[in-house]
């Protein structure tokens, strides 16, 4: 079946370093792609997007690479600060949009 | 705009009992999502709505989970009969359409004992 693969699954910082998360998908057709950052306890909140006519998005300090070719996307998020720990969550939306899958997740820790 | 709403917040059962959650979408929102998320886990879609329409039931275990959207607004999801691996946290999201920008509820806390 379609899967996405994340990694690392867990992540330590120091502040103001760069974290870097990526995404493996299985589903050449997928077309959609979403960042979730959830916090303990919370809802997913989405923080940044990507389709697949797109090679990068940018917002502030969030980017997003996206590489067809390869099937793989990656996070990048800048100067980290504390309140970026938390645990994120990469997506793949599939043929015709049908077909959502989540990555299992990445646990941030930014140490101050 | 209001949020995506849902209820109840938190739910103990016994296995081999039913329960029921409910969600309200953001209004005019086309698409709406059941997730299931176990703990330690990534949002496992359940069901995709598209109004009143079911697009995507593929990963539902339908011998024992249902759900409806009566009138493309608000949905529900029922458990009948639960079991202990049912325990997760049960969201409920939507969009204004596919593959848009999903907002989520604060989801329903099962606990199957």
Do not use: M
Request: aromatic share 10%; proline share 5%; net charge neutral.
């Amino acid at each position: 079946g379609e899967n996405v693969e994340q990694h690392p699954s867990t992540l330590s910082v120091q502040e103001g370093d760069s974290a870097v998360i990526k995404c493996t998908y299985s589903d050449s057709a997928s077309n959609y792609f979403p960042w979730y950052k959830q916090e303990l306890g919370k809802r997913p909140q989405l923080i940044i997007d990507i389709r697949s006519n797109v090679g990068e998005k940018k917002d502030q300090r969030i980017a997003v690479t996206l590489n067809k070719t390869a099937k793989h996307f990656s996070l990048h998020i800048t100067e980290t600060q504390p309140e970026d720990s938390a645990v994120y969550f990469c997506a793949a939306f599939g043929t015709s949009y049908d077909k959502v899958i989540f990555g299992p997740g990445t646990s941030l820790s930014v140490i101050p | 705009e209001a949020g995506v709403a849902q209820s109840p917040r938190y739910k103990i059962i016994e296995k081999r009992q039913s329960v029921a959650f409910w969600c309200n979408p953001i209004s005019g929102h086309a698409t709406l999502y059941w997730y299931q998320q176990i703990l330690g886990q990534g949002p496992k879609l359940l069901i995709q709505f598209q109004n009143n329409g079911v697009v995507d039931d593929s990963q539902l275990p339908k011998d024992r989970f249902s759900a409806e959207r009566l009138k493309g607004v608000d949905s529900t999801l029922k458990i009948q009969p639960a079991k202990l691996e049912d325990s997760a946290v049960y969201l409920c999201a939507s969009s204004r359409d596919r593959a848009r920008e999903q907002y989520f509820g604060p989801g329903t806390r099962l606990t199957v004992t």
